[in-house]
């Protein structure tokens, strides 16, 4: 019987046999996102509260700090703020987000998904993806909207727009990262176009296992920037340490608000961070209407307002060979990409065997390609990062503030593009060089040959001459033990590294020269420098005819 068949109480009741079974799992991850939600509020009002508590001069009551606290867990996830209570009574917009206010947030939802796709026992079925991320989104921007309609009535008024967008985007990306934790990510989807790529392999550059490549290239080119720019910041802050222990000291002389400064700019310190990526890229960053500050030359205007971050803002004037070294930074940036995409793009072969089970290469074309979507990634994260770094503190002098956040993606797009695709090219055709192997016989590479006293130098120790070839005698070697072949075949980390243990060992045997390798015919060319006693007194004897002190082995006939 097919649904079509079906009547419409059939239909309904059938909608509701499908409701009620999923609905223990989405219920739980719902709940699970209104909890990371209201953990996230109560870590908020937990510190706020407190410093509020020791302020020695509250201006408002338990309502207005409860109300700070939502408004500033709001600000974490970028929803911008309006004070509207101001001496002009204008309203003054703030929309710079300290970007580690939205790290608490994100972990928690982050963990609430997590939770959500992991079965209680082994025998438990597997909550679908799409219930836990829509799940844990839903109930998180569910009492995020309570909160930000809870927060219009304070001081800090939340932007709803912004909010309505914010709160889920922040919660959806959040548990994406929470499932995958616990489920992985599918398997890569194969290349159309084969190995040798050819004008599919390009198109196919955009998906499977090269777009993983190129996102992880993109993802660490960008990293390198922020860790320029957070050398850049500490720098900075030593060179200027004078001037903002000074602002710092200047802004108030109460432990609490102190604390709360020295908080405020802990939380700041990431979009330093990025200001200072911004800076390295050559586009620099504003602080204030009208202003720049880059590598080459500094315009920041009157003077600033005092605060511990803003006085490691470079000076007004041209750039200085310190400034100019701010360059390496996205140099080292678009040599990461490059190394990145170079290595997924051939196995190494310099040592002459492929790696077993390793990929085919890549062509010059799909590698360069690859490279050229790193550079897309690295820029479209810089621009994003750039974007959520700035915003306005009021509508005066710093109605504009931070990175313009096209100019710093573009700029990280042009300089991981220009040095990323050479560099995966150059270090494609480096791995993808073939040396001959060592043939099997050939010697000790560069330490064979003669050596001193007429003795042959090997790769496994000292051999006399025609060791080397392996001798023409087809006896040459009837003293020689099986342990010393087995050692002679095994292989060391170093073909051509000479071991003193272990020549000691092979000429410190009864018969040297069988030892070695030699040949019976000629025993007295590593004897050529001692006394010439007599030749029965220096003749090398095989460990199994040794003869007792003053007699002659039996079966030997003295010399003529």
């Given at each position: ?63 207005g700090?409860?109300g ?14 309006t ?111 084969g ?36 050398v ?47 800076y ?32 490691a ?70 621009a ?45 055709a ?52 099986a ?67 003053g ?10």
């Open positions: 019987m097919t649904d079509d068949s079906l009547s419409p109480a059939a239909r309904l009741q059938a909608l509701a046999d499908r409701l009620r079974d999923r609905s223990p799992a989405l219920a739980g991850c719902l709940f699970g996102g209104a909890v990371a939600a209201g953990l996230g509020l109560g870590a908020y009002a937990v510190v706020v509260m407190a410093l509020w508590i020791g302020s020695p001069y509250p201006d408002s009551g338990p309502g700090a409860t700070t606290a939502v408004s500033l867990w709001l600000l974490g996830h970028g929803v911008g703020l004070r509207a209570d101001t001496l002009t009574g204008v309203p003054a917009p703030l929309g710079l987000t300290p970007l580690l206010l939205a790290l608490l947030p994100f972990w928690l939802v982050r963990r609430a998904a997590r939770d959500a796709a992991e079965p209680e026992t082994p025998q438990a079925p597997e909550i679908p993806a799409r219930t836990v991320v829509w799940g844990v989104t839903g109930g998180y921007t569910a009492v995020g909207a309570l909160a930000a309609l809870y927060a219009t009535g304070g001081e800090l008024r939340p932007t709803l727009r912004e909010a309505a967008w914010h709160l889920p985007l922040l919660a959806l990306a959040a548990a994406l990262t929470g499932l995958r934790s616990v489920r992985g990510r599918g398997a890569d989807a194969p290349s159309p176009a190995p040798d790529g050819g004008s599919g392999g390009v198109r196919a550059a955009l998906a499977g296992r090269r777009g993983a490549t190129a996102c992880r290239a993109g993802l660490a080119a960008a990293l390198t920037l922020a860790g320029g720019g957070a850049l910041v500490g720098v900075s802050l030593t060179l200027h340490r004078d001037p903002a222990r000074a602002s710092y000291l200047m802004l108030t002389d109460v432990w609490s608000g102190r604390l709360a400064v020295l908080l405020l700019a802990l939380a700041l310190l990431p979009n330093a961070v990025i200001w200072g990526a911004a390295a890229l050559g586009t620099g960053f504003q602080v204030g209407t009208g202003t720049l500050v880059t590598p080459l030359a500094a315009t920041s205007g009157p003077a600033l307002p005092p605060f511990p971050l803003l006085a803002v470079p000076p007004d004037g041209s750039g200085t060979p310190l400034t100019w070294a701010c360059a390496a930074i996205p140099v080292v940036a678009g040599i990461t990409a490059g190394w990145f995409t170079g290595r997924a793009a051939a196995p190494d072969r310099s040592s002459g065997t492929d790696a077993e089970g390793a990929p085919p290469p890549w062509s010059a074309p799909v590698t360069a390609a690859t490279a050229a979507l790193a550079a897309l990634v690295a820029g479209l994260v810089c994003v990062a750039a974007r959520a770094a700035g915003g306005p503190l009021g509508t005066g002098r710093l109605a504009e503030l931070g990175p313009v956040w096209w100019a710093a993606g573009g700029a990280a797009l042009a300089w991981t593009l220009l040095l990323g695709v050479p560099t995966a090219l150059a270090l494609r480096w791995r993808l060089r073939t040396r001959k192997p060592r043939e099997a016989g050939s010697g000790g590479g560069r330490w064979a040959g003669a050596g001193l006293f007429g003795i042959a130098m090997t790769g496994t120790g000292l051999a006399v001459p025609g060791a080397a070839d392996g001798g023409t005698d087809p006896e040459a070697r009837p003293g020689a033990d342990d010393i072949e087995e050692e002679a075949a095994e292989s060391d980390d170093d073909p051509e590294r000479v071991d003193p243990l272990d020549w000691w060992e092979r000429v410190s045997r009864p018969d040297p020269v069988a030892a070695l390798g030699g040949s019976f015919g000629t025993p007295y060319d590593l004897y050529d420098q001692l006394p010439a006693h007599g030749p029965e007194d220096w003749r090398a004897l095989p460990a199994e005819e040794q003869a007792p002190p007699e002659r082995p039996a079966g030997r006939e003295p010399d003529a």
